[in-house]
């Protein structure tokens, strides 16, 4: 998730009242079980809502994401598996929104929301 979170020492602030109501919004970074290896976490970006169009430009095509799913990507896309990978990820296994970096001090920061422009169509 560079240059967001450094997995090598970065402490984040994690908001776990997003997870009543699946409460997220585009552009969130989020912590969620794995959905190749339910033992393993992984942290990428909420790029997309259930029920919105995402377009994906290495395959030149348009996916719909389905009700109870989301569709996450890392910020460095070629240095990880992500949906474009794996498909759409259920929100049951979302566990946290990361607000903030607490740690190493002289990272501290707002975590802030960041959607790629162009690629996603909103349900109406």
Known sequence: MLPTIQADG????????CLAGHDFTHGDVVVFRSPTD?????????????????????KR?????PDSHCWVERDNAGQ??????YGPVPLGLM??????????????HRVDRMVPEGRIMPQH
């Open 10 to 17: 970065d402490v984040g602030l994690l908001d776990r009242r």
């Open 38 to 58: 339910h033992r393993r976490k992984a942290v990428q970006r909420l790029v997309v809502l259930p029920g919105d169009w995402i377009q994906i430009p290495e």
């Open 61 to 65: 095509e348009f996916r719909h994401v």
């Open 80 to 85: 990880s598996l992500d949906s474009r990978h």
């Open 95 to 108: 566990e946290a929104r990361i607000t903030h970096i607490i740690c190493p001090p002289d990272r501290i």
